[in-house]
């Protein structure tokens, strides 16, 4: 159980303790207390991801994510499910920053 | 940009961002600054996994995990098989500890 300790966890580790925390925080609300319902994805997606996803207020933008998301057609998104989102919008904003970047750098060495 | 400053960032937005820092800590520290090369990735499984991957320092350990991430054999892990290692070895923390909690809550009902 050491890994879990704050004091103890590396960074990643403390992202993947992040991460499980804030699935839980919401997956407990109402009905399966291990899935989101579509009620509860969408309070995730509000409160956050607010600021990727700015339209998740939109019933229609939960309902598109929720069926992206639900592979198995049941309603619920699942752990895997919610880590499958996490990591395809961390690769896209590692994606966004990498071409900020690059061309900050370019934009440099024309200087 | 506002997304990534911490002040404002919730949650889930701070273990994706410690997510992308973690990454590019290591990428940078020889050749391509944008992947993991063998000795980068031994040293971010060492610094960052060494509680959940006990065996990291053997080579033979990370050979394994760079052939299974590697998946367009170039022999560098790019940022998209970081995550995909990364999404993995949560849902697997989390499977552990829902297992356990689970076999908490049934010895609880049966005092």
């Not at 049941?74 to 919610?82: A, K, L, P, R, S």
């Amino acid at each position: 159980m050491d890994a879990m300790k704050s004091e103890n966890a590396s960074t990643l580790e403390n992202a993947m303790q992040l991460m499980i925390q804030t699935f839980h925080k919401y997956s407990g609300n109402e009905g399966d207390k291990y899935t989101l319902s579509r009620v509860e994805l969408k309070e995730m997606l509000t409160q956050e991801l607010g600021n990727y996803l700015g339209n998740a207020q939109d019933k229609d933008a939960v309902e598109k994510v929720m069926g992206d998301l639900d592979s198995n057609n049941d309603g619920e998104v699942d752990f895997t499910e919610f880590i499958i989102l996490v990591g395809a919008l961390t690769v896209a904003c590692n994606d966004f920053f990498l071409e900020y970047h690059g061309k900050d750098e370019k934009n440099a060495q024309k200087e």
